[in-house]
């Protein structure tokens, strides 16, 4: 690999991607609590808002198979419309290509529903076309674990990076004096990031003697 594949990502050089999110799609992940992707898909999506990341949202087979993207992720960003495709893999698809190729980042970051095929498949011809993937494990669920794994193993035997939802909003922050975004990202892990986020309110009510979340939040400390 190339020292680049090692580069750290910030909210400049990467762009977030979120592959077929959708029922159907959801009622055959088996390799992932499904309550939890859903936790860790929408924590990645607020992060990649909080920094301004741009985000490319497409779906198969809206209205023939597999249902609307998730609401809860769509809201997040309002007016932006999924592509929609026919192709199991993205990068089969035209409009998806371009709008990868419009905003012209190197670094891919993309999580996807299944793994063995919605992740996989764009994975590999992404990096074919002289991308870099990284993989968002936990946001991303298999149809068994042995299914996610191989394909898991797949990419990154081609090149890819695994990380994890959680892993890319502090690699995105870095430095918890960009003031900026710290508010939000500790909003974040809140509400996402289950004993991180504990010990986050632990900190602020028992070690700063901070009013409890939401109460901090709405009056401003």
């Given at each position: 690999m190339s020292d680049a594949i090692h580069g750290l990502l910030d909210p400049k050089n990467c762009t977030i991607i979120f592959i077929d999110h959708q029922p159907q799609m959801t009622f055959g992940v088996t390799s992932i609590d499904r309550q939890a992707l859903l936790n860790n898909t929408i924590g990645l999506a607020k992060a990649a808002k909080v920094f301004n990341v741009p985000v490319i949202l497409t779906t198969v087979e809206t209205e023939a198979f597999s249902g609307n993207m998730w609401p809860q992720l769509t809201e997040l960003f309002p007016g932006q419309k999924p592509i929609e495709r026919t192709s199991m893999n993205s990068w089969g698809d035209k409009k998806f290509v371009a709008e990868v190729e419009r905003i012209g980042r190197k670094k891919l970051v993309i999580a996807a529903l299944w793994t063995e095929v919605c992740l996989a498949f764009p994975a590999i011809q992404a990096m074919e076309a002289g991308y870099e993937v990284y993989a968002v494990e936990d946001a991303s669920g298999g149809t068994s674990e042995v299914a996610h794994r191989c394909a898991m193993?797949?990419?990154?035997?081609?090149?890819?990076?695994?990380?994890?939802?959680?892993?890319?909003?502090?690699?995105?922050?870095?430095?918890?004096?960009?003031?900026?975004?710290?508010?939000?990202?500790?909003?974040?892990?809140?509400?996402?990031?289950?004993?991180?986020g504990q010990g986050v309110e632990y900190a602020y009510t028992m070690v700063h003697k901070q009013p409890p979340y939401p109460t901090r939040l709405k009056a401003g400390h």
């Open positions: 193993q797949r990419v990154v035997q081609a090149g890819a990076v695994p990380v994890t939802w959680q892993q890319v909003m502090l690699e995105l922050q870095q430095d918890w004096a960009r003031r900026e975004t710290y508010d939000a990202v500790m909003k974040i892990a809140l509400e996402h990031s289950g004993a991180y």
